[in-house]
């Protein structure tokens, strides 16, 4: 399985279908348990591939029990990593109180906001399990995930899953890279959104002489190359945000135009510096024994312009 999996505990086929319109969109996985009893088989057979748990309170209307409630501690067994949401329409203080006693994560209400919060929510949530699942990892085990991640992304066919794959593999390549662990995706503001954003704490050359506290990533997962357009739009982003965030990585892995290394080789004055990384650097990276190694390769190559 990829990153990003989500299992829904749910009676409700029309907040079912909300739910995996909403996720899917967003490139994550999900599964989907229409009862209690169905919810504790999905556990047992992929609690450990789990990310979220989206469990309704209420599994059997509006009169039935609290009975999802019930499903947080086995979600707590069989699914390690994944954290707990517990949503329902009929909230009082007693199940808040009861949820967060038994280990929930967190509890939202549906109500105007729940779509918006849901996504926030799950999307913070699969940020903390994925640190988890790395840190707990030998590093065979991290090239093995991070090659499984690969092969999906270069295999995907729908875009906005292919894009958020990349997205993924980019964010967990940065955080088994010593220095480079603090990664946000799809960071917004009210002009923009970027695709990675990394605080850079490296404590090595060259990075720790590079006078940029932030890191940019950009994702372009086409089976076409990049061209100047890209790069140009790319070198914007790097240069307004107040000369904190100087470096950008630039991730194709359809490779990159003529004129992508044309437009870059004009931009050789400026402070700012892109650095191209297409489908054999990220081999390279996932492969490495040493990653640090591999970032410093490709910003001398990127500095020199090497090919």
Aim: net charge negative; with cysteine; charged share 30%.
């Amino acid at each position: 399985m990829s990153p990003g999996q989500v299992l829904i505990v749910d009676d409700d086929p029309d907040f079912v279908a909300i739910y995996r319109e909403m996720l899917e969109e967003q490139g994550l996985g999900v599964m989907v348990a229409h009862t209690a009893e169905d919810g504790i088989r999905s556990l047992e057979r992929f609690g450990r591939e789990l990310d979220v748990v989206v469990l309704d309170q209420k599994l059997r209307g509006p009169g039935g029990p609290d009975s999802g409630l019930e499903l947080i501690a086995r979600s707590d067994a069989l699914a390690p990593f994944a954290k707990t949401i517990v949503v329902t329409a009929y909230a009082t203080d007693d199940a808040v109180g009861r949820a967060f006693e038994l280990g929930a994560y967190d509890y939202l209400v549906k109500n105007g906001a729940f779509s918006a919060l849901l996504r926030a929510k799950i999307r913070n949530a699969v940020e903390i399990t994925s640190e988890r699942r790395l840190a707990a990892l030998s590093h065979d085990q991290t090239v093995a995930g991070l090659s499984n991640l690969w092969t999906r992304t270069r295999e995907e066919r729908d875009r906005n899953r292919k894009g958020r794959l990349l997205e993924e593999l980019v964010k967990s390549l940065f955080r088994v890279t010593p220095g480079f662990e603090r990664v946000e995706t799809r960071l917004k503001n009210e002009v923009e959104e970027l695709d990675i954003v990394v605080e850079n704490r490296a404590s090595h050359a060259p990075w720790i002489a590079e006078d940029a506290p932030y890191v940019l990533g950009e994702c372009k997962n086409w089976s076409s190359s990049c061209g100047a357009l890209e790069f140009r739009d790319f070198h914007a982003k790097l240069t307004t945000k107040f000369g904190r965030a100087k470096v950008g990585f630039f991730f194709a892995p359809g490779g990159f135009t003529s004129a992508f290394h044309t437009e870059r080789t004009s931009r050789r004055q400026s402070d700012v510096l892109v650095i191209p990384v297409d489908a054999s650097d990220l081999e390279r990276w996932i492969d490495a024994e040493d990653r640090v190694d591999v970032l410093r390769t490709l910003h001398k190559r990127a500095v020199f312009e090497l090919r």
